[in-house]
């Protein structure tokens, strides 16, 4: 609809045009005495049709032609061969619609009009040149925006890249952090088990080539299903319990079975579970312990990580581990993504992620 009006409001430029320059010149050499003789008897004899008529389609044919034209003009390589060959189709069509409305009986006659083409009238060429000239200018006007508009979508298509660059090196500095960060807390471990008990230290070297072929499998992709997260999530507490022994035990719960194929950012998870080991489950005497929840909740994901550890204090700065989560729920989780913490006897880190749940 929108290039309907578009089309009626060119045509009825183009119009207007050709009404204004035909009086301008009409009346412009009354001044200065040129006498129309047997062409201006014709026009006369046909004031209404040539006048109103002609030029109404004159000037919607121009448009028509113009609009073809757009579609193949980039065939012709030379941009003042463009101009030429407009302006030729233009008279051509002009000169038929003239011999057509001009003629005595009101029809098309090869044979005149042929002659008509090259037994041009000085007034013929003056009055036939307006719908010519305005239509190549808005032939030029077009091509004007059409440069503009290539000029601006290439500018967005290099912001859009741009973007893509930035939030994939974002991305790639997150994960990069994440993972030495991880391994020289769970290396400080197996120093010291080596002597002590070297059995303990083997495992856990073991279950450190499982967490960290899964990292590097995956280091190229930037989401990974649920149950590959929650798997990586045990190797790590698995380490841990190595450690810490009967000092800590930990619970998953997934309320919906195929919430587990549904994709989520990596190494989403880990590091809040990383954090509340480090930070709070090391630091009390009793047994420490975490739970992981996963569910729907208002039609977003709900993973839940909570801990029987030291309470996050009232002035709480969030660290790297939880500044790291924020980052990629920004950049991944879409548009209403967050985390939200809650205190308590199980102090709860929430991550709510947009994931469409409707089409596991």
Do not use: C
Request: aromatic content about 12%; glycine content about 4%; proline content about 2%.
């Amino acid at each position: 609809m929108a290039k309907v009006f578009t089309f009626l409001g060119e045509w009825i430029f183009l119009t207007i045009i050709k009404f204004a320059l035909g009086a301008i010149s009409y009346f412009s050499l009354q001044e200065f005495g040129v006498k129309f003789g047997t062409v201006g008897d014709t026009i006369n004899s046909n004031a209404f049709n040539y006048i109103f008529l002609g030029n109404i389609t004159q000037a919607g044919t121009a448009l028509v032609i113009l609009k073809i034209y757009l579609r193949y003009h980039h065939y012709i390589y030379n941009k003042f061969f463009r101009y030429i060959i407009l302006a030729i189709l233009l008279y051509f069509s002009e000169s038929l619609i003239d011999h057509v409305i001009l003629s005595s009986s009101g029809s098309f006659n090869l044979t005149n009009f042929i002659k008509d083409l090259f037994h041009i009238h000085i007034l013929e060429l003056v009055f036939g040149s307006h719908i010519i000239i305005a239509t190549l200018f808005l032939y030029a006007y077009s091509q004007k925006e059409r440069i503009r508009s290539e000029k601006m979508v290439k500018q967005d298509y290099e912001m859009a890249v741009l973007q893509e660059l930035k939030t994939k090196a974002e991305l790639e500095a997150l994960q990069a952090k994440i993972n030495p960060h991880f391994l020289y807390n769970a290396l400080n471990s197996v120093a010291s088990l080596i002597h002590d008990n070297p059995d303990k230290a083997e495992k856990m070297v073991l279950l450190l080539a499982k967490f960290f072929r899964y990292s590097t499998n995956a280091k190229s992709q930037y989401y990974s299903s649920l149950s590959d997260e929650l798997e990586m999530v045990k190797t790590y507490l698995e380490v841990e319990k190595v450690r810490f022994e009967d000092r800590l035990s930990y619970e998953i719960q997934v309320e919906n079975p195929q919430l587990l194929y549904l994709q989520i950012p990596q190494f989403l998870i880990q590091p809040i579970v990383e954090n509340a080991i480090k930070h709070s489950i090391s630091k009390i005497s009793t047994q420490g312990k975490i739970r992981i929840l996963i569910q729907e909740e208002n039609k977003q994901l709900l993973i839940e990580i909570a801990d029987n550890g030291v309470p996050f204090p009232e002035n709480f700065q969030v660290g790297y581990g939880l500044r790291s989560t924020q980052e990629k729920l920004r950049l991944l989780g879409g548009k209403d993504a967050r985390m939200e913490i809650e205190n308590g006897d199980f102090k709860k880190i929430k991550l709510f992620l947009n994931i469409n749940l409707d089409n596991k």
